[in-house]
């Protein structure tokens, strides 16, 4: 039996700003200073329209940020210049995470990643604050201020977990009290905000700190994965997301709405799973995921930062295997991955969301309208371990008028799914350029013909959806679609 959906077109609509175009992820910030991640990210930024980029280490040692030898303080800002510049060129911006520690300025040996990034808080706060207001001064004078008042600077990442320092929050408290004091000094114009936390955490300890003590807070800033609420964060292996429960994401991002009141929300860190080497980022189940948790976030956040564009990733240590399961939309040759093909949908989409009727278990339906057409965004969506199967869908359009052609592109375990292609291949773990080839023909997202009927005045569409799915189904019209 057909699942079906109704929508009236001629009703109200909601906006749809692509706020999941915002801000995307990135690892490691030397990492931008390679030709393959800027090949990338320039292509993103073509493609997919992504406004900022975010990542870690802009401090550490290895971007020789702030150094020390022979007693003397040496501060260089080539490198992140060196970064800055190239987004600059490509019509980007930088979402500057403030982390970690100049091992000079450290008041400890603890560490994180391969690179071996300090997460001690500074032993010398007017030190600390000097070094801000001294980078962010530069920056200001070198790009101007009204290019740095568009940027926004995060304080650390991710405060409440040890492995980025000892979790406590009066820890934190102190060092954005120091921070926002640096950067505002220079221009109380220069946008900051935090907790930057994992699980949504501390957002009202975090916003009563800050009023108490009369300190800006810009913006409210958190991350989320799936088996957050469940107190695994960290642990999103395919086990635990069968423990989890459709729509999760949705409901952390609520809470956080409220918690944050009318200031701005943005999401720095979110994705499928928190699992850097996660087969399922590689395959059809995050597409789909991707697409149900980004249009059900609407209304609720500003900025919803996927982690991350790419696979040119080096936390734990830099990868060869072309399908490893890294968080990237890209793997690292630059092959498309369904999660890529994902943001192309939803960055071809209108910005006008339609009430829909209709529910099933694992079906959701949006219809969202442009300046001459109506795209009705399908997923067929369980998590691991919960039952789906293929499933009849009809849409009907109330009110649509009569489109001149209509067109439908699928992701799916037979269309945009490169990683089927490459264990085809033998799943070799190095490509030759013919393979690469290949792969990035299976990677394309591909136009078909959708047909449809019209009658008094409604269009119908109905589609097969496969199990862990996204189709667009576009309508086209001559002129723009009823409104």
Same mark, same amino acid.
């Given at each position: 039996?057909?699942?079906?959906?109704?929508?009236?077109?001629?009703?109200?609509?909601?906006?749809? !700003?692509?706020?999941?175009?915002?801000?995307?992820?990135?690892?490691?910030?030397?990492?931008?200073?390679?030709?393959?991640?800027?090949?990338?990210?320039?292509?993103?930024?073509?493609?997919?329209?992504?406004?900022?980029?975010? %990542?870690?280490?802009?401090?550490?040692?290895?971007?020789?940020?702030?150094?020390?030898? @022979? +007693?003397?303080?040496?501060?260089?800002?080539? @490198?992140?210049?060196?970064?800055?510049? %190239?987004?600059?060129?490509?019509?980007?911006?930088?979402?500057?995470?403030?982390?970690?520690?100049?091992?000079?300025?450290?008041?400890?040996?603890?560490?994180?990643?391969?690179?071996?990034?300090?997460?001690?808080?500074?032993?010398?706060?007017?030190?600390?604050?000097?070094?801000?207001?001294?980078?962010?001064?530069?920056?200001?004078?070198?790009?101007?201020?009204?290019?740095?008042?568009?940027?926004?600077?995060?304080?650390?990442?991710?405060?409440?977990?040890?492995?980025? $320092? *000892?979790?406590?929050?009066?820890?934190? %408290?102190?060092?954005?009290?120091?921070?926002?004091?640096?950067?505002?000094?220079?221009?109380?114009?220069?946008?900051? #905000?935090?907790?930057?936390?994992?699980? @949504?955490?501390?957002?009202?300890?975090?916003?009563?700190?800050?009023?108490? *003590?009369?300190?800006?807070?810009? %913006?409210?800033?958190?991350?989320?994965?799936?088996?957050?609420?469940? #107190?695994?964060? #960290?642990?999103?292996?395919?086990?635990?997301?069968?423990?989890? &429960?459709?729509?999760?994401?949705?409901?952390?991002?609520?809470?956080?709405?409220?918690?944050?009141?009318?200031? !701005?929300?943005?999401?720095?860190?979110?994705?499928?799973?928190? /699992?850097?080497?996660?087969?399922?980022?590689?395959?059809?189940?995050?597409?789909?995921?991707?697409?149900?948790?980004?249009?059900?976030? *609407? $209304?609720?956040?500003?900025?919803?930062?996927?982690?991350?564009?790419?696979?040119?990733?080096?936390?734990?240590?830099?990868? =060869?295997?072309?399908?490893?399961?890294?968080?990237?939309?890209? /793997?690292?040759?630059?092959?498309?991955?369904?999660?890529? &093909?994902?943001?192309?949908?939803?960055?071809?989409?209108?910005?006008?969301?339609?009430?829909?009727?209709?529910?099933?278990?694992?079906?959701?339906?949006?219809?969202?309208?442009?300046? &001459?057409?109506?795209?009705?965004?399908?997923? @067929?969506?369980?998590? !691991?371990?919960?039952?789906?199967?293929?499933?009849?869908?009809?849409?009907?359009?109330?009110?649509?008028?009569?489109?001149?052609?209509? =067109?439908?592109?699928?992701?799916?375990?037979?269309?945009?799914?490169?990683?089927?292609?490459?264990?085809?291949?033998?799943?070799? +773990?190095?490509?030759?350029?013919?393979?690469?080839?290949?792969? *990035?023909?299976? =990677?394309?997202?591909?136009?078909?013909?959708?047909?449809?009927?019209?009658?008094? $005045?409604?269009?119908?569409? =109905?589609?097969?959806?496969?199990?862990?799915?996204?189709?667009?189904?576009?309508?086209?019209?001559? #002129?723009?679609?009823?409104?």
């Amino acid at each position: 039996m057909d699942t079906h959906f109704r929508c009236d077109v001629s009703a109200p609509s909601k906006s749809l !700003p692509h706020f999941w175009e915002h801000t995307i992820g990135s690892g490691h910030a030397p990492l931008a200073l390679r030709a393959d991640w800027q090949q990338q990210m320039r292509r993103c930024r073509k493609e997919l329209g992504f406004g900022h980029v975010r %990542f870690h280490g802009l401090l550490s040692d290895d971007m020789g940020t702030l150094v020390c030898e @022979n +007693d003397q303080l040496l501060y260089s800002f080539f @490198n992140a210049d060196q970064i800055f510049d %190239f987004l600059l060129s490509i019509g980007m911006k930088p979402f500057v995470e403030l982390s970690f520690m100049p091992t000079t300025l450290s008041s400890g040996d603890q560490i994180v990643f391969h690179y071996r990034a300090n997460v001690t808080p500074p032993k010398d706060y007017a030190l600390w604050s000097a070094f801000i207001g001294k980078l962010v001064g530069h920056w200001v004078d070198r790009y101007g201020l009204n290019e740095v008042r568009q940027w926004f600077f995060e304080v650390w990442n991710e405060p409440n977990l040890t492995a980025f $320092g *000892n979790g406590k929050q009066s820890d934190y %408290f102190e060092l954005y009290r120091h921070t926002v004091a640096a950067i505002k000094a220079v221009d109380a114009g220069l946008r900051v #905000g935090g907790p930057a936390t994992a699980t @949504n955490a501390w957002i009202e300890d975090f916003i009563g700190f800050c009023t108490k *003590n009369h300190l800006p807070t810009d %913006f409210i800033s958190t991350h989320h994965y799936p088996t957050d609420a469940f #107190g695994k964060p #960290g642990d999103d292996t395919e086990t635990q997301l069968a423990d989890s &429960r459709r729509s999760v994401m949705r409901d952390q991002a609520g809470d956080a709405r409220r918690e944050a009141g009318d200031r !701005p929300l943005y999401y720095t860190e979110w994705s499928s799973s928190s /699992n850097p080497r996660d087969p399922l980022h590689d395959e059809p189940y995050a597409a789909t995921f991707v697409v149900k948790t980004i249009l059900e976030a *609407n $209304g609720l956040v500003q900025g919803y930062s996927y982690w991350t564009f790419s696979d040119i990733f080096e936390e734990n240590y830099f990868p =060869s295997v072309p399908f490893h399961g890294g968080f990237g939309l890209l /793997n690292i040759h630059g092959i498309a991955k369904p999660t890529y &093909r994902a943001y192309e949908l939803l960055h071809a989409l209108g910005g006008e969301m339609l009430t829909v009727e209709g529910t099933h278990p694992t079906v959701d339906a949006w219809v969202v309208r442009g300046d &001459r057409e109506i795209t009705i965004m399908l997923t @067929n969506f369980a998590l !691991p371990r919960h039952p789906i199967g293929i499933e009849s869908v009809q849409v009907t359009l109330l009110q649509a008028g009569t489109p001149v052609r209509a =067109s439908v592109r699928r992701i799916d375990a037979d269309h945009a799914n490169a990683k089927r292609k490459w264990l085809a291949l033998g799943s070799p +773990d190095y490509l030759s350029a013919s393979a690469v080839t290949e792969l *990035n023909a299976a =990677s394309v997202l591909e136009t078909e013909r959708q047909d449809f009927t019209c009658r008094d $005045g409604a269009v119908d569409v =109905s589609t097969l959806l496969a199990p862990l799915s996204v189709t667009a189904i576009t309508l086209a019209y001559a #002129g723009a679609p009823v409104a």
